[in-house]
């Protein structure tokens, strides 16, 4: 278990059961049953508790789950200027532009809200249901048909539900396709992909075939002879650094880390052994990994690899050897559906494109004002980061003016600092223009 944050705990009121909220009154309610908190205390505290109640001047935790964070946190903020601010959007919800975990199609939040407490009248949440019934064996079962579809995924390919994050697949990988004395090789773009070679170092002789400056993809790549596989990380989250096609490894296996533009384009998944993605950026929550691996790659693992960290374990179970992390899975077929409605990949590359050229046009017509580093051959499509470089005290003022006005998350990485819009694919454009607007209107006051 994951260990309780105390700025959480120390946040986050005391509340009464659902039923109890529904029956009275506040002050009823209180003095007939106590919070959580109260039952906890000293039965003196109790008592004069009870006497304030009573007096109507309770000073107790509020009893409503429901807390103004909205509120707030403009309430902390400048306020901005009317034409700086986002347009509303539906339930009060602001732009989030954060890199994970990211924003999510509302209509999907609304479809998993509707279904939240009995699942499609099966009479049970969706996160209720054992893992091996019939109800979720059939979501489970469409998630995959939806994404093979989507990806035109060959059928001697395996799609697998795994748990643990992309990073967990720095050693997954290794364990399952070498040995402790075979070459292996990795090209380093970023933060991410250095983090895979030093994890491949640990288990194998990776070498570093291409290192680039974390605003290019190198050129000139040193692969090993016999290497068992080329790893390289398709786009770099924290650095913006995207690859615009598939490598050429001269016919080696090559592996690829897509966790931040998984799904966001159509991809030749025959030209790969090995695909994987952390769902957290552009079709889930948190939670759930997504593995698409060639058949003929699974049931070669190193001895002593451990059970689950054999790709065979999940392809053999249909990625249930153990529970899986069913409300995620779930969440990322709503999300396969709905691109497949959509169109499919080439409509959502498509709107990424028009999505991403608006925010570099501004970042490219401010007369050097902001910054993007990255080489425009490979800027990310996903992840915009860019800073001011006259004044970085200004980076501050922009992101709590930017919150204020109703987009959040735009804090750049903390390794490298300045801001980043991270406009995954349920990024509406309205977000986009909200924040280009922003842009133009800060760079001009602070020019």
């Known amino acids: 278990r994951a260990p309780r944050r105390a700025a959480h705990s120390s946040a986050t009121p005391a509340t009464q059961p659902a039923a109890s909220l529904q029956a009275a009154p506040a002050a009823t309610r209180s003095a007939a049953r106590p919070s959580l908190t109260a039952r906890r205390q000293p039965a003196s505290m109790q008592l004069n508790r009870s006497k304030q109640v009573a007096a109507g001047r309770q000073t107790a935790a509020p009893t409503s789950v429901r807390r103004p964070v909205v509120k707030a946190a403009a309430a902390s903020t400048a306020a901005p200027s009317a034409k700086s601010t986002a347009p509303k959007q539906p339930y009060d919800r602001l732009f989030n532009f954060s890199a994970g975990p990211a924003v999510l199609p509302l209509d999907v939040l609304e479809e998993a809200r509707d279904d939240l407490i009995n699942w499609k009248g099966s009479g049970s949440s969706i996160m209720e249901m054992s893992h ?34 992309a990073s967990t697949q720095f050693a997954m990988v290794p364990f399952n396709l070498a040995g402790a004395e075979d070459a292996t090789d990795y090209v380093v773009t970023g933060s991410w992909s250095k983090k895979a070679l030093d994890e491949g170092k640990m288990f194998t002789k990776a070498n570093c075939a291409a290192k680039g400056d974390n605003k290019s993809i190198p050129t000139g790549w040193s692969l090993s002879e016999g290497s068992k596989y080329v790893h390289y990380c398709d786009n770099e989250t924290i650095q913006g650094v995207e690859f615009k096609s598939v490598p050429d490894v001269g016919g080696r296996l090559l592996v690829a880390d897509m966790s931040s533009n998984f799904v966001s384009k159509p991809v030749d998944v025959s030209k790969y052994g090995i695909i994987y993605a952390g769902a957290q950026k552009n079709v889930g929550p948190a939670g759930v990994t997504i593995a698409i691996v060639r058949e003929d790659l699974i049931g070669s693992a190193r001895p002593g690899t451990p059970t689950m960290l054999d790709y065979k374990t999940h392809a053999e179970n249909d990625s249930m050897y153990n529970t899986p992390p069913c409300w995620a899975m ?20 498509a709107n990424n494109e028009a999505k991403a050229k608006v925010l570099y046009d501004v970042i490219e017509a401010s007369n050097g004002f902001y910054n993007n580093p990255v080489d425009p051959s490979c800027r990310s499509l996903m992840n915009v980061p860019f800073t001011i470089p006259k004044d970085a005290e200004l980076e501050k003022a922009f992101i709590k003016e930017a919150a204020a006005a109703g987009m959040v998350q735009l804090k750049g990485h903390r390794s490298v600092g300045g801001m980043r819009a991270s406009i995954y694919n349920a990024m509406p454009m309205d977000g986009i223009n909200a924040l280009a607007a922003f842009m133009k209107e800060f760079a001009a006051k602070h020019a």
Request: glycine share 12%.
């Open 330 to 349: 779930y969440i990322c077929g709503l999300v396969f559906a709905k691109l497949l409605k959509e169109g499919g990949l080439p409509a959502v590359q």
């Open 132 to 165: 091996r019934g019939k109800e979720f064996d059939g979501v489970a079962k469409k998630a995959e048909a939806d994404l093979r579809k989507l990806l035109n995924i060959p059928d001697n390919y395996k799609v697998m539900f795994l748990q643990g994050g």
